[in-house]
């Protein structure tokens, strides 16, 4: 029985492939299972992956035959997870060479510990390399932590116990936003949350699907209805349900912005829907429980009607528009 399974979601990531797999083949901690989920590639990730499971037991390769995204690649995983522990690394991702025993040598000091972030560094094209900006803890209660992520005062990039993981998979919503919801939910139902000094590599992309002018842009508001859903039958507490129901004012705001600036650059078809989507999202916001710092703000006020919030929004913007000239 493996002690920790590594879930290596693969979608056309050959040029980045090697060096994920040689991280990963490399570790300290040699007791490891990892799952490599190739999520119907075109290129030559699926033989490169084929390769390193002939070369090593450890390696086990699981071929999708229609691509649905990382979020059910990796619940494809999770299935056949056989590790107590559980994380994740991106195929353009890395590890150092210790990462995984010394997250694994956290839990094993702190029974009471379930998720266990790593020492997340940023990786530029250029070369240099920077340290995810979160001030440093040593011990957090999941509630703190579920709180800290809302504005990701700490990062997302953990190992977790399988059992948990299992108890709230990957949110399978949206192809992008939604994926957040599961590591929020991983640290809610946490004992306790914390750090070790195991390096995860994150390279850095210029180009970003959830900032692609697109109509997948309203997803996130999805995403965000299906946390609310998820907190609500696991019965979050009411302090948690109401920032929950503020970040789901901001998003509003943060999409109507989008909307603004970037919707004539989309088919009409998708201008439509976006903007219901706007509109089916502010009739569902429950009022009481958003803050009221918060929606007494000009540009995030929820106003009478739909009509008046509209003219908010492009008075809102348009005027921000003109201060940044």
């Known amino acids: 029985m493996p002690r920790v399974t590594v879930l290596v979601a693969v979608y056309n990531?050959?040029?980045?492939?090697?060096?994920?797999?040689?991280?990963?083949?490399?570790?300290?901690?040699?007791?490891?299972?990892?799952?490599?989920?190739?999520d119907c590639s075109t290129d030559g990730s699926l033989a490169l992956l084929r390769q390193y499971a002939d070369g090593d037991p450890?390696?086990?390769?699981?071929?999708?035959?229609?691509?649905?995204?990382?979020?059910?690649?990796?619940?494809?995983?999770l299935e056949h997870a056989r590790g107590d522990l559980v994380c994740f690394l991106d195929a353009d991702d890395w590890f150092s060479p210790d990462a995984l025993q010394q997250a694994v040598s956290v839990m094993d000091a702190y029974a009471d510990c379930d998720c266990v972030?790593?020492?997340?560094?940023?990786?530029?094209?250029?070369?240099?390399?920077?340290?995810?900006?979160?001030?440093?803890?040593?011990?957090?209660?999941?509630?703190?932590?579920?709180?800290?992520?809302?504005?990701?005062?700490?990062?997302?990039?953990?190992?977790?116990?399988?059992?948990?993981?299992?108890?709230y998979p990957y949110d399978?919503?949206?192809?992008?936003?939604?994926?957040?919801?599961?590591?929020?939910?991983?640290?809610?139902?946490?004992?306790?949350?914390?750090?070790?000094?195991g390096v995860y590599h994150y390279r850095q992309h210029f180009a970003s699907t959830t900032r692609a002018v697109n109509v997948r842009r309203y997803d996130f508001l999805r995403a965000n209805e299906s946390m609310k859903l998820q907190l609500q039958q696991m019965g979050a507490a009411v302090e948690v349900m109401r920032r929950w129901e503020t970040i789901r004012l901001l998003t509003l705001v943060d999409v109507y912005m989008f909307h603004h600036y970037h919707s004539r650059q989309l088919p009409y078809a998708d201008r439509v829907y976006g903007l219901a989507e706007l509109h089916r999202v502010w009739k569902t916001l429950e009022r009481n429980l958003i803050d009221k710092k918060i929606s007494r703000k000009f540009g995030y006020r929820l106003m009478p009607c739909w009509t008046l919030f509209r003219v908010q929004e492009c008075l809102y913007f348009t005027l921000k528009r003109w201060k940044t000239c």
Not at 13 to 27: G, K, N, T, V
């Open 13 to 38: 990531a050959e040029p980045w492939l090697p060096r994920c797999l040689d991280s990963l083949r490399s570790q300290t901690l040699c007791d490891i299972q990892v799952l490599c989920v190739d």
């Open 58 to 77: 450890r390696f086990e390769v699981i071929h999708l035959e229609r691509n649905q995204g990382q979020a059910h690649a990796r619940n494809v995983g």
């Open 117 to 167: 972030l790593f020492d997340l560094r940023y990786e530029q094209a250029d070369g240099s390399s920077q340290p995810y900006p979160m001030t440093p803890f040593e011990r957090l209660t999941g509630e703190e932590a579920f709180h800290l992520s809302l504005d990701w005062r700490i990062h997302g990039v953990y190992m977790v116990r399988t059992e948990l993981h299992r108890q």
């Open 172 to 197: 399978e919503t949206c192809r992008a936003y939604s994926d957040d919801n599961t590591s929020r939910l991983h640290f809610l139902a946490s004992r306790s949350v914390r750090c070790c000094t």
